[in-house]
């Protein structure tokens, strides 16, 4: 029994991690976007002001979440620096 419930439990963890990949994959699709934007209009790669409005909205979200919300910002400073990596590489295209 004790291990049918754990089988349940990893497999819900399986699902929900296949999940949160597809939705990187969807996210960085945008951020592609938008790093293909701003090195056509010549916006540099980063825009501090953006992320610390996203930083304080994630955390507000992870709290009602109940999640911690120190855990939400390093994931996202995780991500964030992907994305400026990217729009960087994009931008070195486009010169």
Request: hydrophobic residues 40%; proline residues 4%; charged residues 30%.
């Amino acid at each position: 029994m004790a291990e049918s419930e754990l089988q349940r439990l990893r497999c819900s963890i399986d699902n929900i991690d296949a999940a949160l990949i597809h939705l990187l994959a969807e996210r960085f699709k945008c951020t592609q976007e938008v790093g293909r934007y701003k090195a056509t209009h010549g916006l540099p790669p980063a825009d501090p002001s953006r992320e610390a409005a996203q930083i304080a909205r994630l955390r507000s979200l992870a709290q009602d979440a109940k999640l911690d919300p120190d855990f939400a910002e390093k994931f996202l400073g995780f991500i964030v620096t992907e994305v400026i990596r990217h729009h960087e590489a994009i931008r070195a295209e486009k010169r």
